[in-house]
């Protein structure tokens, strides 16, 4: 079973001008593509050609770094898009009553987040995830994930390059605060808490 490109769950003008569609056509359509390439290259053949995203992720973690790298990015990738929407929106329910018994406010949350990427050395993730029950934010760095670490992730942020430069060049801030006050899509995060589990790769 070869692995495909996911779909964006918006137009690629939607999360202008924050994320510009030039940005989204290299970002999904060439990076994002590739990851999903060079998985499907190095499973071809193999006992992993059949399973699940998450489960090559499980099998390279530790024995084939180029595998994991490029399986655990086309998870990262696809869990970002989702992560992102063109639509306004604020936490409610759950989630809501959630991220003020962590943070204290929605406001102190996005100002973490907003933190925590600016400061993350080099290139990688800021994620917002729950874990018995308490949510928290975790990084990982380069081509790492949570999506086999035991955590369920509400929601990612890209903090590499490739996410924000044609739009912000290397104003990493900028971008966050763009995304953060306006693009995560927190509908999927309840979705994600709701379901108690992480969330699976659809493509």
């Known amino acids: ?50 399973k699940s995203l998450e489960e090559v992720i499980k099998a390279a973690r530790g024995s084939n770094q180029g595998l994991f790298n490029n399986s655990a990015q086309s998870w990262n990738h696809g869990f970002y898009w989702h992560s992102l929407t063109g639509e306004t929106g604020k936490p409610e329910g759950r989630l809501a009553t959630m991220i003020d018994e962590a943070f204290g406010s929605l406001d102190e949350l996005k ?6 990427g600016a400061g993350h050395f080099a290139s990688g993730w800021v994620w917002l995830a729950e874990k018995g029950g308490k949510l928290s934010i975790e990084e990982t760095h380069d081509g790492d994930t949570l999506a086999d670490q035991g955590f369920n992730p509400l929601l990612t942020i890209d903090v590499w390059e490739h996410a924000y430069y044609l739009d912000h060049q290397n104003a990493r801030p900028k971008y966050l605060a763009g995304v953060v006050d306006e693009k995560l899509n927190w509908a999927f995060a309840a979705e994600n808490l709701e379901r108690g589990e992480t969330w699976k790769y659809p493509g």
């Open 1 to 50: 079973m070869a692995f495909k490109l996911i779909d964006l769950p918006y137009g690629r003008d939607a999360l202008d001008p924050v994320i510009s569609a030039e940005t989204l056509s290299y970002h999904h359509g060439k990076h994002h593509q590739t990851y999903i390439d060079k998985t499907n290259d190095a499973i071809k053949d193999t006992d992993l050609a059949d």
């Open 111 to 116: 100002t973490k987040l907003k933190d925590r």
